[in-house]
Nanobody, 124 residues
């Protein structure tokens, strides 16, 4: 069983930056593909980015490509999401997720473990 705890959310003005962190415990961190998802009010949860077990491979949603960067520190059992040039439409609860599969997957139901989420609010 893996426990995931997100942090780093908050209120930021449009054009600003935030860095989210997700600390994992209770499992072998390098056994999991890690990902970030987000859910805006009234919308379904959507894929944001994923990173492979070694950290060498990444995948991004088209909506964040070029502005968000996912990374991981396997020594610290932590995955990060650096978010730059934030827009009001990036406002959502951001979730960290872990997948036992070594393949990148975009559907939330395919992920095995989830954090509780952290709120990101971007003001215009």
């Amino acid at each position: 069983q893996v426990q995931l705890v997100e942090s780093g959310g908050g209120l930021v003005q449009a054009g600003g930056s935030l860095r989210l962190s997700c600390a994992a415990s209770g499992g072998t961190f390098t056994s999991y593909t890690m990902a970030w998802f987000r859910q805006a009010p009234g919308k379904e949860r959507e894929f944001v980015a994923a990173i492979g077990r070694s950290g060498e491979s990444t995948l991004y949603a088209d909506s964040v490509k070029g502005t968000f960067t996912i990374s991981r520190d396997n020594a610290k059992n932590t995955v990060y999401l650096q978010m730059n040039s934030l827009k009001p439409e990036d406002t959502a609860v951001y979730y960290c997720a872990a997948d036992r599969s070594r393949y990148f997957r975009r559907r939330d139901r395919e992920y095995d473990f989830w954090g509780q989420g952290t709120q990101v609010t971007v003001s215009s």
